[in-house]
Nanobody
Framework: EVQLVESGGGLVQPGGSLRLSCAAS????????MGWLRQAPGKEREFVAS????????HYVNTVKGRFTISRDNAKNTLYLQMDSLKSEDTAVYYC?????????????????WGKGTQVTVSS
């Protein structure tokens, strides 16, 4: 059974940082690209970042470029999202997702497995 479990969300002030983690199990983690997506209240789920199986190919949505960093540790079956210089508009539920394939696709919103999400709130 494929499982994706996010952690690391919380309340942070504007300009602060958070590091999200996603523990993966039930599949061969290093065979697949992975993604982070988010959904803010009243809005559709949107792509944030994706990473290929090896970590050599990475894509970001323009609004987080230079502030967020996606990475993976295949030995630990874990995906990460380092979020710096957080803004109020980054407030959302953040989801980890498993891709159908090994290479990363920019802007991708279709994945075959999703975690339950972790809440990130940026507020003073």
């Amino acid at each position: 059974e494929v499982q994706l479990v996010e952690s690391g969300g919380g309340l942070v002030q504007p300009g602060g940082s958070l590091r999200l983690s996603c523990a993966a199990s039930g599949f061969r983690f290093d065979d697949y690209a992975m993604g982070w997506l988010r959904q803010a209240p009243g809005k559709e789920r949107e792509f944030v970042a994706s990473i290929s199986w090896s970590g050599s190919e990475i894509h970001y949505v323009n609004t987080v470029k230079g502030r967020f960093t996606i990475s993976r540790d295949n030995a630990k079956n874990t995906l990460y999202l380092q979020m710096d210089s957080l803004k109020s508009e980054d407030t959302a539920v953040y989801y980890c997702a498993k891709d159908f394939q090994s290479w990363a696709v920019p802007g991708r919103n279709e994945y075959d497995y999703w975690g339950k999400g972790t809440q990130v709130t940026v507020s003073s």
